[in-house]
């Protein structure tokens, strides 16, 4: 079944610990981005990535980070998370560019005490 | 300021009532894609329209692109409460390589 995995789906962290949340689509895409989603601000890009070692920041990049080392996967990583970054993370993959249909993940809800 | 505005937040309706949710903007979009979202999923694709003009059907949902491709309406006919979810638009910018999307509006309806 063509899908993208993200885990954990769940994430309590307190303020300041690494956290890493992956992300794995079967679909050979070469387009890879990562969202939040914010109660009426609906989903903002963070960051992506076009093909293997290829990542470039969103529209709200600050206080993250990624990796594209092979093309299936792209990992988000909150260096030193802050309660400003509780929310829910989709991440996202597209045949072709970025503006082609966006296959999501089913979300992952994280929560910075 | 969202560069996609989607009107309205919110719509309780009941059964059998008709709808048009509102994306509109001031930049020219080379696409524009409607998703669904459900509670504890990711959003999933309903349409693309891609030609100023254009209309495409979906069974009860009707989906229109503006002329000048700044704008675009999601229209539902008799209204089921199987509807009920988050519908989203988005523009393709960038030449097409970026999605933006507007903040949803939440649709309930009540049987």
């Known amino acids: 079944e063509a899908q993208v995995t993200q885990n954990p789906r769940y994430l309590i962290t307190v303020t300041g610990k690494k956290l890493t949340v992956t992300c794995s689509q079967n679909?050979?895409?070469?387009?890879m981005s990562w969202y939040r989603q914010d109660p009426g601000l609906g989903l903002r890009q963070i960051y992506y990535?076009?093909?293997?070692?290829?990542?470039d920041k969103g529209d709200v990049p600050e206080g993250y980070k990624v990796s594209r080392k092979e093309k299936r996967n792209f990992p988000l990583i909150l260096e030193s998370p802050s309660p400003n970054q509780t929310s829910l993370y989709f991440c996202a993959s597209s045949l072709g560019n970025g503006g082609a249909e966006a296959f999501f993940g089913q979300g992952t809800r994280l929560t910075v005490v | 300021t969202q560069l996609l505005e989607q009107s309205p937040q919110f719509l309780s309706i009941q059964e059998g009532e008709n709808l048009t949710v509102y994306c509109n903007s001031s930049s020219v979009f080379s696409s524009l894609q409607w998703y669904r979202q459900e509670p504890g999923e990711g959003p999933v694709l309903l349409v693309t329209?891609?030609?100023?003009?254009e209309v495409k059907k979906l069974k009860r949902l009707t989906f229109q692109f503006g002329d000048a491709r700044k704008d675009s309406s999601l229209h539902i006919t008799a209204a089921q409460p199987g509807d009920t979810g988050l519908y989203l638009c988005a523009g393709a910018v960038e030449y097409g390589n970026k999605l933006v999307f507007g903040a949803g509006t939440i649709l309930r309806v009540k049987s």
């Open positions: 329209v891609v030609t100023g003009g």
């Open positions: 679909m050979n895409h070469e387009y």
């Open positions: 990535s076009m093909n293997v070692e290829v990542t």
